[in-house]
Structures are given as C-alpha cells and as structure tokens.
C-alpha cells in the first residue's frame, strides 16, 4: 500500500491549490478515504473524509465551505479542492486510509499560505 500526495506550495491568502492523493496497492473506491494536516507545533487534525460512494463527505468546522474532497475512481485518487486559502491553512497535508484496522499515511506536501 502506498499513497503519494501532490499539489502544494505557495499560494496567496484568498488563493486555491489543489492537492492529489495516488494510491497503489489498494482499490480507492473500496476505502473511505481522509486528508489531515499538520501544522508546526500543532497536532494532526482531520480536515475531511469521503465515503466509499462518495455520497457522504466530512469537514473540519475551519475548512467547511472553502474546501472539497473528491473521488477519482478511475485514476485510483482522492483529491482536496482548497479555495479561500488562509494563513492558518498552512501545513503538511496528509493523505490517509484506513485499510483492515490499519492506518496508511503518505509522505504529505507542504502548503503555504503566505503573501
């Protein structure tokens, strides 16, 4: 099982990145999937999750309404649409899946938000 997150950077507060997770090993579209960050100094802390059909998503109170998590069955990826970016969005962001009692993490990409 692997998971490789892409798709950060620099952006300017107000701006958008969009981040992708690529996943081997497993089948996406059979795991409810979730991206985390990280702040400095900070603890890991759930940003948002998708269900297995996708019907069914999940945000962190900060991010509602700026941020969307998305399906992308064919490319066996979830991705995580960031709009309004703020200052205190900035962190390493992970991707995660829990697969049979076992939690998965990618090596996470760094956004910044800063002008």
């Known amino acids: 099982v692997q998971l490789v997150e892409s798709g950060g950077g620099l952006a300017q507060p107000g701006g958008s990145l969009r981040l992708s997770c690529a996943a081997s090993?497993?089948?996406?579209?059979?795991?409810?999937m979730k991206w985390f960050r990280q702040a400095p100094g900070k603890e890991r802390e759930l940003v948002a999750s998708i269900s297995t059909d996708g019907h069914t998503t999940y945000y962190a109170d900060s991010v509602k309404g700026r941020f969307a998590i998305s399906r992308e069955n064919i490319k066996n990826q979830v991705s995580l649409q960031m709009n309004k970016l703020k200052a205190e969005d900035t962190a390493v962001y992970y991707c995660?899946?829990?697969?049979?009692?076992?939690?998965?993490w990618g090596q996470g990409t760094q956004v910044t938000v800063s002008s």
């Open positions: 090993g497993f089948t996406v579209s059979l795991y409810a």
């Open positions: 995660n899946a829990l697969i049979v009692n076992t939690p998965y």
